[in-house]
């Protein structure tokens, strides 16, 4: 028996959020479910404990939100148990959103079925927008809101089922969510096999609890073949922490470290499951004969001496004594009883031989039956609501969910338009602007706001508009040509960033902050102070570790600095930034970026977080030699199988470069940071010069880095291309038109900003509107650019089925389109969608 899905092939098919996506084992999924990068390489580690066991650490930094995760994977010691340490960070300045669920894979057939705790009753769909009793209730989800699903829930609502079992799936695929707050387990189990796969956890903290199953009918079972090859049908029993639903995203703070712990086992020898907690599993249920019970227990350790027990009201019924038990011998007997007696009348035990209760359990009362809670509403048009508060409190909830469909914004500005003044609408639309780097709006929007809070010289009790100010004043001074302008905007800053520790819900991020600008200062000791008092808040925050091991280099201190380094790596024991500065430390840096590689899922990208993180302390002599040692390394690379086109054997080669503009352009810009002019300049084109080959920035630091490059050598067509698709990336849509329109400008024939000028055009809105109706209507100008793009380069097939596509609702006839794909056809031919 398999714990796990044991996978023997390898066969993505179209589900992930990048599309490829393989079945088997367990996906990791942070800070969004299928998270984008599933089927990418990832970093890991293997480490030795003191207690002789051994842990595998694997994690990513998430490249689009840029939270970090890191998971320590030990089989431990003295239990048959695997432990999964979780650790969650938000290592940047703002506050983000977060969603996480363990997708455990387990193999399921006609005798699988699904344990969700006995007290649970309830059910729900994705979104909560379906509840059902549980576990019998109705075969099909409601999808009466959908017209052309009315007949078809008409026709199954009265078709209960039970719906803990896969074989009853005859209908359609399924996601059912658990409604139980009062057990801190999950299980499911194969009565053939006569084993099955339990979990357990803090319920406070892993309130998740859900299965998915394509089901037991023909289409359903078409995935066994595009999955797999022997392997047959797989169920998905998966836990949430910090989120009972998908989507269900919890906030979590700027420079914030979350951290939770799981424990998976196998299961086997007793007939089910009723109970399970980290010591093993209990099974207490009454047969067809009722005078007789069937009472198990799994043990997850060795145990001898120990006594198994039956209750009836309280008392001992039955007791078998000096029971040795052990993950491979279960304990498992039929017991008599009388048939009079309630089920909630019996408790079996199992007790260690010191008397002290290793397992129990009770059975839970009938479902009551109570009316099934309300489902979520969807957003109404702005412009039917009346209370200020809710028209925010609505467009939070797409913010915090990362609604797709719907923007938020408009909701921000119509309680904006009830009361100018409101801070909490002001702040949350200053946060999104921020994050899309339209600091000038931002800054408008979190000044009206902190006024509010600070009225009548008012010592605010919400410190959130004066620390997102004070950001967005220290990314405008990063922006700033004007050396005045820029110290005026430090110090302002500063002074905000001060008043933001007098409150303790943001005083950690501040107290980061204020360390971070004195190191931009060269003011070692401040500097060192400010990280100590952020750490006196967060103590197991791997990058204030590592800030700190910094600082004290700087002060030349290598012993304490060592020390340092060391509680970052016990914090996370993937932490790059630590590597790189541990090599600064040691060796002046020698052999930075080798160390910091080794063992890295995709190694360019976490390198430029590192470079980031002394980018934003100013450490310009690192910044310079990274990107150095990076450069040094991808001229040893060997080139991609073709230049210029994503293939399926260059996209593993990509994972492993260090092939990337990027570096240069930092360095360019550390460069003009010390005073060498020249060198930047020459810095500068030669990034320019690169490949753009998996070149797609989106960082705030490379969009500053960017808008430095555009303005100091402004002749260098791939600095206008990239910044216009951070512009893009970052909803400041026209400013990415402008930016591609200069780097055609530059060079006529660039594909890429001829093609994406296609694609801008093209798609003028990015959401819908409540109608469902997309905003914005296309231009012919898209087609042109995009036919300018396929004459510069005729091998996009991207860029052909964009153009075709558009082309049909331009209305543009189909001898015209027809002659299109003629003239590319040797491009249309090698393209495969499936």
Excluded at 216 to 230: G, M, Q, S
Excluded at 427 to 443: C, F, N, P, Q
Excluded at 504 to 517: F, K, Q
Aim: glycine share 6%; net charge negative.
């Amino acid at each position: 028996f398999e714990t796990f899905y044991r996978q023997h092939v390898v066969k993505p098919a179209l589900i992930g959020m990048l599309g490829a996506w393989i079945s088997g084992g367990v996906e990791w999924n942070f800070p969004h479910h299928h998270r984008a990068t599933s089927a990418m390489p990832v970093d890991w580690k293997l480490a030795s404990n003191t207690d002789g066991s051994k842990t595998i650490w694997i994690g990513e930094t998430e490249l689009r939100r840029r939270l970090k995760w890191t998971i320590g994977l030990s089989l431990l010691p003295d239990r048959a148990v695997l432990q999964a340490e979780n650790i969650f960070m938000n290592r940047g300045p703002t506050i983000e959103s977060m969603l996480y669920w363990a997708n455990v894979s387990v193999h399921c057939g006609d005798d699988y079925q699904v344990l969700f705790p006995p007290s649970c009753h309830l059910g729900f769909d994705h979104h909560k927008n379906f509840w059902t009793s549980f576990p019998i209730g109705p075969k099909s989800v409601d999808h009466s809101w959908i017209p052309s699903q009315r007949s078809k829930f008409a026709d199954d609502a009265d078709g209960l089922i039970d719906l803990s079992w896969w074989k009853n799936f005859t209908a359609e695929s399924r996601s059912i969510f658990a409604m139980d707050p009062e057990n801190d387990w999950i299980a499911g189990y194969d009565y053939k096999q006569n084993a099955g796969t339990a979990h357990v956890s803090n319920r406070h903290i892993t309130v998740g609890k859900k299965f998915f199953l394509w089901g037991n009918f023909p289409e359903a079972r078409v995935w066994d073949t595009v999955l797999t090859d022997t392997d047959g049908p797989y169920l998905e029993l998966m836990v949430g922490c910090w989120s009972d639903n998908q989507p269900d995203y919890s906030w979590i703070d700027p420079y914030e470290t979350r951290r939770v712990k799981q424990y998976w086992f196998p299961v086997k020898g007793i007939g089910g499951v009723k109970h399970v907690t980290i010591d093993g599993a209990v099974n207490l249920e009454r047969l067809e004969k009722k005078d007789e019970v069937l009472l198990g227990f799994h043990s997850t350790r060795v145990l001898k001496g120990c006594t198994v027990e039956l209750l009836e009201n309280g008392m001992p019924a039955f007791a078998d004594r000096k029971v040795a038990i052990d993950p491979n011998t279960p304990w498992c007997k039929t017991v008599k009883v009388s048939a009079a007696l309630k089920d909630q009348a019996l408790t079996g035990r199992l007790l260690d031989r010191d008397g002290k209760v290793i397992l129990a359990y009770t059975p839970v009362p009938e479902d009551p039956h109570d009316p099934l809670p309300p489902k979520v509403e969807n957003p109404k048009p702005p412009a039917d609501y009346t209370s200020a508060e809710e028209l925010y409190l609505t467009g939070l909830r797409l913010d915090q969910f990362h609604n797709g469909l719907i923007d938020p914004v408009p909701y921000y500005e119509q309680a904006l338009k009830l009361d100018p003044s409101y801070s909490a609408a002001n702040v949350a639309l200053g946060i999104r602007l921020a994050k899309s780097g339209d600091y000038t709006a931002a800054e408008k929007c979190l000044r009206m706001a902190a006024a509010r809070v600070t009225r009548n010289y008012t010592r605010a009790k919400d410190a959130e508009p004066e620390y997102m100010l004070a950001l967005v004043l220290e990314e405008q001074a990063r922006l700033a040509a004007d050396p005045s302008e820029k110290a005026g905007k430090l110090k302002e800053a500063e002074d905000l960033f001060w008043r933001v520790t007098w409150r303790a819900t943001l005083a950690r991020p501040a107290y980061v902050e204020l360390a971070r600008l004195a190191c931009l200062k060269g003011d070692w000791e401040e500097a060192l102070a400010r990280a100590d008092e952020a750490l006196e808040r967060d103590t197991k925050s791997a990058k204030l570790h590592v800030l700190r091991a910094y600082v004290l280099r700087k002060l030349g201190c290598p012993r304490t600095a060592a020390d340092a380094l060391s509680a970052a790596f016990d914090c996370d024991a993937l932490d790059s930034w630590g590597v790189a500065e541990q090599a600064f430390l040691k060796q002046g840096g020698k052999h930075a970026v080798l160390n910091a590689g080794r063992n890295r899922g995709l190694k360019a990208q976490q390198l430029l977080e590192t470079v980031c993180d002394y980018w934003g302390i100013g450490a310009w002599d690192e910044v310079a030699e990274l990107c150095r040692q990076a450069d040094d390394m991808a001229a040893d690379e060997k080139p991609y199988a073709t230049e210029g086109q994503v293939l399926l054997k260059d996209t593993v080669a990509a994972c492993e470069s260090y092939r990337c503009p990027l570096f240069a352009y930092f360095a360019g810009y550390a460069a003009a940071m010390k005073g060498d002019t020249d060198e930047a300049r020459k810095l500068y084109a030669a990034a320019a010069a690169q490949s753009t080959d998996y070149c797609f920035p989106n960082r705030r630091e490379e969009y500053a880095v960017l808008k430095h490059a555009a303005t100091f050598s402004p002749e260098l067509a791939n600095t206008w291309y990239y910044l216009g698709n951070v512009e893009w990336n970052w909803d400041l849509k026209e400013t990415a038109l402008a930016s591609w329109k200069k780097a055609v400008s530059l060079y006529p024939k660039h594909a890429l900003a001829l093609r994406n000028l296609g694609f801008g055009l093209a798609h003028p809105g990015t959401y819908f509107t409540n109608t469902g109706v997309p905003s914005g209507v296309p231009s012919r100008e898209a087609y042109d650019y995009y036919l300018r793009a396929l004459a510069a380069d005729p091998g996009n097939f991207r860029a052909l089925e964009e153009m075709d596509k558009l082309a049909e609702k331009l209305g543009v006839g189909t001898a015209e389109r027809l002659a299109s794909m003629q003239t590319y056809r040797a491009t249309a031919e090698k393209y495969d969608a499936c």
